[in-house]
């Protein structure tokens, strides 16, 4: 309450943590105009406390997957990087970075920033049988590298199985290289995916809250727009996972492209804009 009256903005946006709950009663006590962004399909406790009281809502996903007032709601998408874009000439060059065949396809598996355990362990399991038909790369995270490179070292590795702890520069265009994505299902990953038109295989973690990665995979699915593996049935048998993967590989290329094509429809390139645009006109400023 002291800093809005101190500084007195003409608009607070917030976007759905915790923290933003005090801020966003603040505003709406002073009568500050406020405008909240929710990416996740399930709209956190934050934004449905603080719905009533916005001036406008931003969504990451379709309104119908939402219960705010349709009035001032707009769905934009979620902001993702200008490098999410497809880049045909560049997945050989790719490839050839990461010492993988150009010829053949490539499965990239990233779990998010500290990686997925369970992933990562049906994948060490099941690599012999997915080396068959394709390279790989496992994005690993850190808390379990060091446990999967010793493993690696003692099993064996192939030339064809590229283990990487994290990807500080070139996600996208390691991700533009792939012919198929295993992925959680993290909002904003899913529309980075969306933007590379990316068949992908999603593993929502079940266990995060209020289950947002459940509610976010079912909005591609609803579409048609990507495969979902449930992790319990990939814990106790690596087969589904690899039937799933199995499954986009042996698509025809105007299948995958098709696929691609329903994912794509998510894709927002202009969401950044579209966000700042409802910001500016929230505070009556003049654009």
């Not at 009035?71 to 990087?81: A, C, E, L, Q």
């Not at 070139?170 to 990953?189: K, Q, S």
């Amino acid at each position: 309450m002291f800093l809005l009256f101190k500084y007195r903005p003409d608009v607070v946006f917030t976007k759905g943590g915790f923290v933003c709950l005090p801020v966003g009663y603040a505003a709406a006590l002073l009568k500050i105009p406020l405008v909240i962004h929710d990416s996740d399909a399930h709209p956190g406790l934050t934004n449905r406390l603080l719905a009533p009281y916005a001036t406008a809502i931003a969504t990451g996903s379709p309104l119908k997957y939402y219960n705010y007032p349709v009035k001032k709601s707009r769905y934009v998408g979620i902001p993702v990087d200008a490098a999410f874009k497809e880049q045909p000439d560049q997945v050989a060059a790719v490839k050839q970075k990461y010492k993988l065949p150009v010829d053949a396809p490539l499965v990239v598996i990233t779990g998010g920033g500290l990686g997925a355990r369970n992933i990562n362990n049906a994948i060490m399991r099941a690599r012999n049988r997915l080396l068959k038909k394709s390279s790989i790369v496992l994005i690993s995270g850190k808390a379990q590298y060091n446990e999967l490179s010793q493993q690696l070292t003692e099993e064996g590795g192939a030339d064809n199985f590229v283990l990487l702890e994290f990807v500080s520069g070139g996600m996208a265009e390691l991700l533009n290289a792939a012919d198929a994505v295993i992925a959680r299902a993290g909002a904003t990953t899913l529309l980075e995916l969306a933007a590379l038109k990316k068949p992908s295989i999603i593993v929502p973690n079940a266990l995060l809250t209020g289950g947002h990665q459940l509610k976010n995979a079912q909005v591609y699915v609803d579409a048609q727009a990507a495969i979902v593996v449930d992790e319990a049935e990939m814990i106790s048998d690596e087969g589904v996972l690899v039937h799933a993967v199995e499954g986009v590989l042996n698509m025809s290329l105007s299948e995958r492209q098709a696929m691609g094509e329903r994912f794509y429809k998510f894709a927002r390139p202009q969401a950044a804009q579209d966000v700042a645009e409802m910001i500016i006109d929230a505070a009556k400023i003049k654009h």
